[in-house]
């Protein structure tokens, strides 16, 4: 009976949908997750559990300040979030009409663009990245009736990043009639190529933040969406009143002290050298090809047993992410960096594997 009262009340958009298959959700137990482009650090934080029963602040003074001095804006170009993903849904409920509206996302990308415009009645128009994974701009400039342009930069999962002339051609394109939004998700680990300092230039610029990956938090799932204070503003009539449990504002008050930003940026520079070695050593091994760009915390390749191997590191505890369903990423596979002694045990998996394999390599 439930089941069929569900049948009959489901939003019809959402009838065909299936939910997005996280890290988690695909694969549990294992004992080397190099598969969610986490941090292989935890780090330690105090927590003040005197206040826990009364309600949060929508957007904590604490929080907004640090991250505001931390990225070089004003606090007024800034909103806190559950994650960049609550910020991708607060832009597509904000700013695209349910039925009506669409957004314009360039695959190989971040699943939840997609995910969110879907589950919002919203339309996706498709622009895929050319074969070097760089932006197809006259592709993306031809396209009409977008309210939001998503480009993840560096992207995932191919690592690459996106040349300042295709963003800006693309800003400018749509100067009028969208928002582009700029996921710097990963950006701590290319941060010379970051935009959170051109509002001023580009009104219709948004760029997501998030301290899941080189701030080592993905546990607390917190977000930032960067913007002009008129965007800002207009998110703030979307957001739930209490999005940021207190025991995470007082943590990312912690993780945004001068201190502990120097901590990110020195694990930040051993992942990029873990990073080297760990492409170079990949790169040995026997029919692996390294395919786009190691601009962010994880490399992707392609193997013809992409599906064996696959198997055999699950196999052994060793979880990474297949990446073979997504456009033009036919065979490959997408590993987090992890500690050396992960990174390590990963290729001498790998070495096992191949060994196993023999002749039919």
Request: some cysteine; proline content about 5%; charged content about 20%.
């Amino acid at each position: 009976m439930t089941s069929k009262l569900v049948d009959t009340l489901i939003n019809a958009n959402l009838v065909p949908l299936k939910p997005y298959e996280s890290a988690r959700r695909l694969f549990s137990g294992g004992q080397d997750w190099l598969n969610a482009n986490e941090s292989p650090f935890a780090n330690p934080y105090d927590i003040d559990a005197s206040n826990f029963n009364r309600y949060p602040s929508c957007q904590p003074d604490s929080v907004i300040n640090g991250y505001a001095s931390y990225a070089g804006v004003d606090k007024t170009q800034l909103i806190v979030t559950r994650g960049a993903d609550e910020g991708i849904e607060l832009l597509i409920r904000t700013f695209c009409t349910p039925g009506e509206d669409n957004i314009l996302i360039c695959p190989p990308t971040y699943g939840m663009y997609a995910i969110s415009a879907e589950t919002c009645d919203v339309g996706i128009k498709r622009v895929p990245l050319n074969d070097d994974f760089s932006l197809d701009v006259d592709g993306i400039c031809a396209t009409e009736n977008v309210n939001l342009v998503f480009i993840c930069a560096p992207n995932n999962p191919t690592g690459t990043q996106v040349s300042k002339a295709d963003l800006t051609a693309v800003l400018e394109h749509f100067a009028d009639t969208a928002l582009v939004v700029v996921d710097e998700a990963y950006i701590e680990f290319d941060i010379e190529n970051t935009w959170a300092t051109e509002l001023a230039t580009y009104p219709n610029l948004v760029v997501l933040r998030t301290l899941s990956k080189a701030f080592a938090l993905a546990g607390l799932r917190c977000g930032f969406t960067i913007a002009s204070e008129a965007i800002i503003q207009a998110l703030l009539k979307v957001i739930a009143p209490y999005p940021i449990p207190a025991p995470v504002a007082q943590i990312v008050a912690q993780a945004l002290t001068p201190d502990n930003i120097a901590r990110m940026q020195q694990q930040v520079a051993f992942l990029n050298e873990q990073r080297t070695t760990l492409q170079a050593e990949l790169a040995k091994r026997p029919g692996v090809e390294l395919v786009g760009d190691v601009k962010a915390n994880y490399i992707l390749f392609r193997h013809s047993h992409c599906a064996q191997i696959m198997q055999y590191l699950v196999s052994q505890g060793m979880l990474i992410r297949d990446q073979s369903k997504q456009l033009n990423l036919q065979n490959c596979l997408r590993v987090t960096l992890g500690s050396a002694e992960q990174n390590q045990r990963l290729l001498s998996l790998l070495d096992a594997y191949f060994e196993q394999a023999g002749a039919s390599l």
